[in-house]
């Protein structure tokens, strides 16, 4: 028993003496020589191991080799396409028994890594020999697809662990000039063998954003020969949540399957991006995008597209193809859009204090703040847009579809279907923003249009009732709404049928015309010189005219309106610069009481009328000097005597 106790202890000493013994016996730099020469005939690429390195046997075999470089390829931007401070790895004995060495644990410290594709479209990180290739043409080398990689026969390699700690990831697109960089690696890598799944489990950090993630890739070694091959991706942090079920081919030029993308706050987004974002509390928060993508090239496809942001929900599908300026093409569905959370607040100015309790009407501001249309200019679009109504401010549509061309800072946005107001209509407007200041021109043909709703949401202009047509060619410049506003030119004409003009009852004013019988105009004259009271209108069959506008001054002399007891013509101005209204009316009183059904066309006895003032307080009277030359007091004796008789029992 002691003998064999002995022996033991005998054995014992020489294996712990032969492991300590051993790191000064294995020639580790003949390892490190023959490992580099094994990867540079295996890649084309050279490495070396420029710091110090040692080797541990106990309690498993460990190398640690400091300052690592691997080279890049020769048409890379950089000279290495990987560099680490330190590396270590582990190998356990038994599979060194066996004949077949498996890596225990792989540990990466601070390492630099390079992926990029050269202005060819190579890729950096292709390390194995490539199939020879038959002869091309200079024709057809352009459209040839990258070549297939062999792995040698029998190559495999196995990792237990491979962890990642610190250091940096850059990827570059030489065709494009893209340049990404991911910062503070935390990764563990787990690849049992090139044919089995690898999976990558850790964290990045993304322009100061830390993003989890979990990516599974179903045959490592068919994404090494540029086979088809599956992949699983999940990222997520405060920001957005990301995943992606697909296919990647043809080394990662070829990218297929189903996206989600969500996120509670675009704002947050924008912020982290330093892009200024001024937002109401309801606007620019939740956010998904969801549906089947594919990313050739530099095409990416969105299909079956399914978009929300807070209340909008917008279907379609996209594509886009990137580059220094991004061109898209889509076709959308943007159902009920409301954009009034995303526009901003209309800019009012206060009224002034007063010691009376009436608040007076606010005077119309025209914004003076400069508009940037520079963005116009970062992308090229063809998109077709569909919804079944609109909203932006008071403006509130039907359903419609536009088109939108933008091309070199030129935008072409037209309307093939305009339903609102109880109308429908077709138009255009053009904005060419290559040159300051801009040009606007618009072309716009509605029909059977509802006055009263369309002119109040659109330019606060309540004043004119019925159903009618308008069309309008009108052009602008400028940089800010008071300039657009200063620099309108162009014609727009209306007609309208069985409608009214609200604030004075021009009939009504005629009827106490059994004062002037007395020759008393004082009543008259008073009801004229009456406030705007929206509780009265003048009714007409028809009404038609047409303005001219110059620097956003519109002149118009062709006005006509037809009512049961007046024919009323008019001619005047519109100043929209100074939102001043400066226009002369003549009340023509017709002979005959049978109201607008009656055959005679004579208008008898006219009166002259002003309408006068800014738009927030006009002013209605009788032009008094202009009926004192047309000799309106006798006249008013004689026509209306017969005219009012049996109206007022006189």
């Given at each position: 028993?002691?003998?064999?106790?002995?022996?033991?202890?005998?054995?014992?000493?020489?294996?712990?003496?032969?492991?300590?013994?051993?790191?000064?016996?294995?020639?580790?730099?003949?390892?490190?020589?023959?490992?580099?020469?094994?990867?540079?005939?295996?890649?084309?690429?050279?490495?070396?191991?420029?710091?110090?390195?040692?080797?541990?046997?106990?309690?498993?075999?460990?190398?640690?080799?400091?300052?690592?470089?691997?080279?890049?390829?020769?048409?890379?931007?950089?000279?290495?396409?990987?560099?680490?401070?330190?590396?270590?790895?582990?190998?356990?004995?038994?599979?060194?028994?066996?004949?077949?060495?498996?890596?225990?644990?792989?540990?990466?410290?601070?390492?630099?890594?390079?992926?990029?594709?050269?202005?060819?479209?190579?890729?950096?990180?292709?390390?194995?020999?490539?199939?020879?290739?038959?002869p091309v043409t200079q024709q057809t080398a352009k459209s040839q697809q990258p070549s297939a990689v062999t792995l040698p026969s029998g190559f495999d390699v196995s990792l237990g662990e491979v962890a990642i700690y610190g250091g940096s990831l850059t990827y570059i697109d030489g065709q494009t000039g893209v340049k990404q960089q991911l910062n503070e690696l935390d990764l563990n890598i787990q690849l049992p063998s090139l044919y089995q799944a690898l999976t990558i489990n850790g964290a990045v950090t993304y322009q100061s954003q830390k993003f989890e993630l979990t990516s599974v890739v179903?045959?490592?070694?068919?994404?090494?020969?540029?086979?088809?091959?599956?992949?699983?991706?999940?990222?997520?942090?405060?920001?957005?949540?990301?995943?992606?079920?697909?296919?990647?081919?043809?080394?990662?030029?070829?990218?297929?399957?189903?996206?989600?993308?969500?996120?509670?706050?675009?704002?947050?987004?924008?912020?982290?991006?330093?892009?200024?974002?001024?937002?109401?509390?309801?606007?620019?928060?939740?956010?998904?995008?969801?549906?089947?993508?594919?990313?050739?090239?530099?095409?990416?496809?969105?299909?079956?597209?399914?978009?929300?942001?807070?209340?909008?929900?917008?279907?379609?599908?996209?594509?886009?193809?990137?580059?220094?300026?991004?061109?898209?093409?889509?076709?959308?569905?943007?159902?009920?859009?409301?954009?009034?959370?995303?526009?901003?607040?209309?800019?009012?100015?206060?009224?002034?204090?007063?010691?009376?309790?009436?608040?007076?009407?606010?005077?119309?501001?025209?914004?003076?703040?400069?508009?940037?249309?520079?963005?116009?200019?970062?992308?090229?679009?063809?998109?077709?847009?569909?919804?079944?109504?609109?909203?932006?401010?008071?403006?509130?549509?039907?359903?419609?579809?536009?088109?939108?061309?933008?091309?070199?800072?030129?935008?072409?946005?037209?309307?093939?279907?305009?339903?609102?107001?109880?109308?429908?209509?077709?138009?255009?407007?053009?904005?060419?923003?290559?040159?300051?200041?801009?040009?606007?021109?618009?072309?716009?043909?509605?029909?059977?249009?509802?006055?009263?709703?369309?002119?109040?949401?659109?330019?606060?202009?309540?004043?004119?009732?019925?159903?009618?047509?308008?069309?309008?060619?009108?052009?602008?410049?400028?940089?800010?709404?008071?300039?657009?506003?200063?620099?309108?030119?162009?014609?727009?004409?209306?007609?309208?049928?069985?409608?009214?003009?609200?604030?004075?009852?021009?009939?009504?004013?005629?009827?106490?015309?059994?004062?002037?019988?007395?020759?008393?105009?004082?009543?008259?004259?008073?009801?004229?010189?009456?406030?705007?009271?929206?509780?009265?209108?003048?009714?007409?069959?028809?009404?038609?005219?047409?303005?001219?506008?110059?620097?956003?001054?519109?002149?118009?002399?062709?006005?006509?309106?037809?009512?049961?007891?007046?024919?009323?013509?008019?001619?005047?101005?519109?100043?929209?610069?100074?939102?001043?209204?400066?226009?002369?009316?003549?009340?023509?009183?017709?002979?005959?009481?049978?109201?607008?059904?009656?055959?005679?066309?004579?208008?008898?006895?006219?009166?002259?009328?002003?309408?006068?003032?800014?738009?927030h307080q006009v002013d209605v009277n009788i032009d008094i000097s202009s009926a004192a030359k047309e000799g309106v007091k006798d006249k008013l004796k004689d026509k209306l005597k017969d005219k009012f008789k049996g109206l007022f029992g006189g």
């Amino acid at each position: 028993m002691n003998a064999v106790v002995k022996i033991i202890g005998g054995v014992v000493v020489v294996v712990v003496g032969v492991a300590m013994a051993a790191p000064f016996l294995v020639p580790t730099q003949t390892i490190i020589d023959e490992l580099s020469t094994q990867v540079e005939s295996t890649t084309g690429r050279t490495l070396q191991i420029a710091g110090d390195s040692k080797v541990s046997i106990f309690p498993s075999l460990n190398i640690t080799l400091n300052n690592v470089r691997f080279s890049n390829m020769a048409t890379g931007s950089t000279e290495h396409m990987l560099s680490m401070e330190q590396l270590s790895v582990h190998i356990p004995w038994l599979s060194l028994l066996s004949g077949e060495a498996k890596l225990e644990r792989f540990v990466i410290n601070d390492p630099v890594i390079t992926l990029e594709t050269d202005q060819q479209g190579q890729p950096n990180w292709q390390l194995f020999p490539t199939q020879a290739d038959a002869p091309v043409t200079q024709q057809t080398a352009k459209s040839q697809q990258p070549s297939a990689v062999t792995l040698p026969s029998g190559f495999d390699v196995s990792l237990g662990e491979v962890a990642i700690y610190g250091g940096s990831l850059t990827y570059i697109d030489g065709q494009t000039g893209v340049k990404q960089q991911l910062n503070e690696l935390d990764l563990n890598i787990q690849l049992p063998s090139l044919y089995q799944a690898l999976t990558i489990n850790g964290a990045v950090t993304y322009q100061s954003q830390k993003f989890e993630l979990t990516s599974v890739v179903d045959t490592p070694a068919k994404a090494i020969v540029g086979d088809t091959f599956n992949i699983q991706q999940r990222l997520t942090s405060q920001l957005l949540n990301l995943e992606f079920d697909g296919v990647i081919a043809q080394q990662g030029k070829n990218i297929q399957g189903d996206l989600t993308l969500a996120g509670e706050s675009v704002k947050a987004i924008t912020q982290w991006q330093n892009i200024a974002l001024t937002a109401k509390e309801n606007a620019f928060n939740q956010f998904s995008i969801a549906g089947s993508m594919s990313f050739v090239g530099n095409t990416f496809t969105l299909n079956s597209l399914v978009a929300k942001l807070d209340e909008l929900e917008i279907k379609g599908q996209s594509k886009v193809v990137l580059g220094k300026k991004p061109d898209i093409t889509a076709n959308i569905d943007l159902g009920m859009l409301d954009l009034n959370p995303y526009l901003p607040d209309s800019v009012a100015t206060p009224a002034p204090d007063k010691p009376d309790t009436q608040t007076p009407n606010t005077p119309i501001v025209w914004d003076d703040t400069p508009i940037d249309l520079s963005e116009l200019g970062q992308l090229d679009a063809h998109v077709v847009v569909r919804s079944t109504g609109l909203k932006a401010r008071d403006i509130v549509l039907g359903k419609n579809q536009f088109s939108l061309q933008l091309k070199n800072s030129i935008a072409q946005l037209s309307l093939d279907e305009f339903n609102a107001y109880e109308g429908k209509g077709k138009g255009s407007v053009n904005v060419d923003a290559t040159n300051q200041p801009y040009q606007v021109a618009t072309n716009f043909e509605l029909e059977n249009i509802n006055a009263e709703p369309l002119l109040t949401d659109a330019v606060g202009f309540d004043k004119v009732l019925g159903k009618g047509s308008i069309d309008w060619n009108l052009t602008t410049q400028g940089q800010s709404q008071k300039q657009f506003v200063s620099a309108l030119a162009g014609k727009i004409a209306f007609s309208f049928k069985d409608g009214g003009v609200k604030g004075a009852n021009i009939a009504e004013m005629t009827r106490k015309a059994k004062e002037m019988l007395k020759g008393d105009f004082s009543s008259l004259k008073e009801g004229l010189n009456a406030d705007y009271d929206p509780q009265q209108k003048t009714d007409f069959s028809a009404l038609t005219g047409s303005f001219i506008f110059k620097e956003g001054i519109g002149r118009n002399n062709d006005l006509s309106l037809a009512s049961p007891l007046v024919r009323i013509t008019g001619s005047g101005e519109v100043d929209l610069p100074k939102t001043y209204v400066n226009y002369r009316l003549v009340t023509g009183i017709v002979d005959t009481v049978e109201g607008q059904a009656s055959t005679d066309k004579s208008t008898g006895l006219k009166v002259p009328l002003r309408i006068k003032g800014p738009f927030h307080q006009v002013d209605v009277n009788i032009d008094i000097s202009s009926a004192a030359k047309e000799g309106v007091k006798d006249k008013l004796k004689d026509k209306l005597k017969d005219k009012f008789k049996g109206l007022f029992g006189g």
